[in-house]
Nanobody, 120 residues
Framework: QVQLQESGPGLVKPSQTLSLTCTVPGGSVTTSYYAWSWIRQPPGKGLEWMGGIKYDGSTYYSPSLKSRTSIPRDTSKNQFSLLLTSVAPEDTGLYYC????????????WGKGTLVTVSS
């Protein structure tokens, strides 16, 4: 059973950088043919895929967020992170990490999500 755990500050000020980490206890972010993604859900809206990092370290991002998003990883800790720069109140929402099967890009395991509020 793969578990994913999001962590990070729940409150970020406008114009700052949002930084979240997803830990994968009992798993490995380098396991072949899997990728690891971040997805968010603003209040009252649907899910928005943000980007991901593949087992080989290559990254891919949503075109609408690419200029502000970075997804690095720490293989020694089985973690990958989300860095979102220049945040604004519209970046408020629930942030999820998930495992992705690169065969069909379906997401088979998700974290519980963490709420991030952007406010001064």
């Amino acid at each position: 059973q793969v578990q994913l755990q999001e962590s990070g500050p729940g409150l970020v000020k406008p114009s700052q950088t949002l930084s979240l980490t997803c830990t994968v206890p009992g798993g490995s972010v380098t396991t072949s043919y899997y990728a690891w993604s971040w997805i968010r859900q603003p209040p009252g809206k649907g899910l928005e895929w943000m980007g991901g990092i593949k087992y080989d370290g290559s990254t891919y991002y949503s075109p609408s967020l690419k200029s502000r998003t970075s997804i690095p990883r720490d293989t020694s800790k089985n973690q990958f992170s989300l860095l979102l720069t220049s945040v604004a109140p519209e970046d408020t929402g629930l942030y999820y990490c998930a495992r992705v099967m690169t065969s069909n890009y379906g997401m088979d395991y998700w974290g519980k999500g963490t709420l991030v509020t952007v406010s001064s």
